[in-house]
């Protein structure tokens, strides 16, 4: 046993006596708890879950060396696919264990993962939508989590599910990782999938924008459809590339936000995480598309140059391709690196793509599900490609 495990055991059974005054508690059950990323998850976590029935007397209680705190939650419930999802949220301090309090009655005491110094790690999944039930993304990303327990967040690209509206998708997704989900921060990119109705028709990302109380941009027209956060020594912006489904006045206020956001860190590493991809590929069968760069691409790259953005992560064609460096939207060992990132759900697009120019390193085809592992320092920055057996595909670094 090892000295974090050590204290954060003793944390509970302190924590436990004291909050049990001899008495047994009645054991609350909740539903999808999970943790998602604030501004600086060193300090601040936010815990979002889901009951059946309404709660009048919610609290979480956090145990810290022993010292218990008390935090008040809020009602964060709503209306989305014909049904109302009762849930609540609690933003609290970070500390050993957590758990849900409602009067007499109580949830077990969850691990908090304790985050300090400029390390930083990641694991980094993309398009785990899926068709027929979601045990190909949580299988992956249970693996990818056994294999790296000491990551301090997790992401998912975008598309998270296939269908936005669709709340069997989203309970399915979220039952995957309840394992975890309580234990890590989660850190969600909107995908254009995230749009779509029932009926495949385009509409606000109601249950997106509601399961994950992203951090406040401070833009009331589009309040948590990008954002900003910081772990160690990286600085992290997410942004929403679905204004060709939700409206492009979205480019303009996100481009001014990201020039004030990127501007105001000191962190030596400037990251992204954006759904659509830099790049346009050429597709088997359709001679009339270009190869070249997207529209994402053509509106950003600029934007990530002048800013100093160190990698681009980026998902929507369920392919890992690693770009290299690129500046001027050409090769460049000064420039941004950029990855498309793969997929994690069942969604496989075989033989679709034709190779494009800039793809420096491409997955074993046909292509199968795959997750990232992102790790630094305030030195060095390194990504690793790995398949679901663990197999490792690629690898690069970037050095300060």
């Known amino acids: 046993m090892n000295r974090r495990t050590f204290i954060k055991l003793s944390a509970v059974s302190v924590a436990a006596l004291m909050t049990g005054c001899g008495v047994e508690e009645k054991t609350l059950e909740v539903k999808?708890?999970?943790?998602?990323?604030?501004?600086?998850?060193?300090?601040?976590?936010?815990?979002?879950?889901?009951?059946?029935?309404?709660?009048?007397?919610?609290?979480?209680?956090?145990s810290v060396n022993g010292d218990t705190k008390i935090f008040p939650a809020q009602d964060a419930s709503f209306t989305d696919d014909g049904q109302k999802r009762i849930q609540y949220a609690a933003q609290i301090d970070s500390g050993d264990v957590y758990r849900i309090v409602d009067g007499e009655a109580a949830t077990?005491?969850?691990?908090?993962?304790?985050?300090?110094?400029?390390?930083?790690?990641?694991?980094?999944?993309?398009?785990?939508?899926?068709?027929?039930?979601?045990?190909?993304w949580g299988e992956l990303a249970r693996q990818a989590i056994e294999r790296n327990s000491d990551a301090d967040f997790f992401v998912d690209l975008g598309d998270i599910v296939d269908n936005g509206e669709d709340t069997t998708q989203w309970e399915d997704w979220l039952a995957q990782i309840k394992k975890f989900a309580p234990q890590i921060p989660f850190a969600p990119v909107m995908g254009n999938?995230?749009?779509?109705?029932?009926?495949?028709?385009?509409?606000?990302?109601?249950?997106?924008?509601?399961?994950?109380?992203?951090?406040?941009?401070?833009?009331?027209?589009?309040?948590?459809?990008?954002?900003?956060?910081?772990?160690?020594?990286?600085?992290?912006?997410?942004?929403?590339?679905?204004?060709?489904?939700?409206?492009?006045?979205?480019?303009?206020?996100?481009?001014?936000?990201?020039?004030?956001?990127?501007?105001?860190?000191?962190?030596?590493?400037?990251?992204?995480?954006?759904h659509k991809d830099v790049l346009q590929y050429r597709i088997n069968g359709r001679p009339e598309r270009p190869e070249g760069f997207s529209d994402v691409g053509k509106i950003f790259m600029p934007e990530f140059e002048s800013l100093g953005v160190d990698a681009v992560f980026t998902g929507h064609l369920h392919t890992y391709r690693n770009r290299g460096r690129l500046k001027n939207f050409q090769d460049d060992e000064k420039g941004t690196l950029y990855i498309l990132s793969g997929l994690s759900g069942n969604v496989r697009y075989s033989g679709l793509w034709i190779n494009h120019a800039l793809d420096k390193t491409i997955a074993p085809q046909p292509e199968t599900d795959n997750y990232l592992v992102l790790a630094g320092d305030e030195k060095k920055l390194s990504v690793k490609c790995f398949l679901p057996d663990g197999e490792l595909i690629d690898e690069v670094t970037l050095k300060k």
């Not at 998602?36 to 956090?62: A, C, F, H, Y």
């Not at 060709?244 to 000191?266: C, F, V």
Request: proline residues 3%.
């Open 32 to 62: 999808f708890l999970r943790q998602i990323v604030t501004k600086n998850i060193s300090g601040k976590r936010l815990v979002m879950w889901q009951v059946d029935e309404p709660l009048q007397n919610l609290s979480v209680e956090v």
């Open 193 to 274: 999938h995230e749009t779509y109705s029932r009926e495949w028709t385009v509409r606000t990302p109601e249950a997106y924008l509601n399961y994950f109380a992203t951090p406040d941009n401070g833009d009331e027209n589009f309040s948590r459809r990008f954002y900003s956060f910081e772990v160690g020594a990286a600085h992290f912006a997410v942004l929403d590339s679905q204004w060709d489904e939700l409206g492009r006045e979205i480019i303009d206020a996100q481009k001014n936000w990201l020039r004030r956001d990127l501007s105001s860190t000191d962190k030596p590493w400037k990251i992204i995480f954006i």
């Open 108 to 136: 077990a005491w969850h691990e908090m993962k304790n985050i300090s110094g400029d390390d930083f790690k990641a694991i980094i999944f993309s398009d785990s939508q899926c068709g027929g039930g979601y045990d190909t």
